[in-house]
């Protein structure tokens, strides 16, 4: 497992869970220039409408957006270049497979660091439909109309 206290969030796909049933995790390196490390540093990325898509036989993460590092100036880097995921052959070859035959989509759940390197957390996911997202958001109110009614009832204990 990964010790929490040498890794660090970068940024948080929160779109991922409004839209998609996310299934199984996978964690992966990033291959990434210089100015894109110092930006990411800064918390500088989205993930918004970022996906993993397979070209020949290496991923790629697609649509993620790490915006420029501003001394870098011409040497800098493309904010919403493709760039490189690395993962081992069998998790490779397993996520092909899946990905045709049964329909899922590989998206990015999170940024994070881990002992110095960028990692992305990739979540194999099935696209909500709109009475799922509903059924989610009744859950979520719920969720809330409990713990505040726990909050009240140990105000209300405390006084």
Do not use: C
């Amino acid at each position: 497992m990964r010790d929490p206290a040498r890794e660090r969030d970068i940024t948080v796909n929160r779109r991922a869970f409004h839209d998609y049933h996310v299934g199984e995790r996978f964690e992966a390196g990033l291959v990434l220039s210089g100015s894109e490390v110092k930006s990411l540093r800064d918390g500088r990325a989205n993930l918004k409408d970022a996906y993993a898509r397979f070209f020949g036989e290496e991923l790629f993460l697609v649509g993620a957006h790490i915006s420029p590092y501003g001394p870098a100036s011409q040497f800098g880097h493309e904010p919403e270049r493709h760039r490189k995921l690395l993962l081992h052959r069998r998790e490779l070859d397993k996520l092909r497979t899946k990905i045709k035959e049964r329909g899922f989509t590989l998206i990015p759940l999170k940024l994070y660091w881990v002992k110095g390197r960028a990692k992305a957390e990739l979540g194999l996911a099935t696209g909500k439909k709109l009475h799922d997202k509903r059924a989610t958001a009744r859950e979520d109110e719920a969720r809330r109309e409990i713990d505040r009614a726990r909050s009240v009832a140990r105000r209300a204990g405390r006084a």
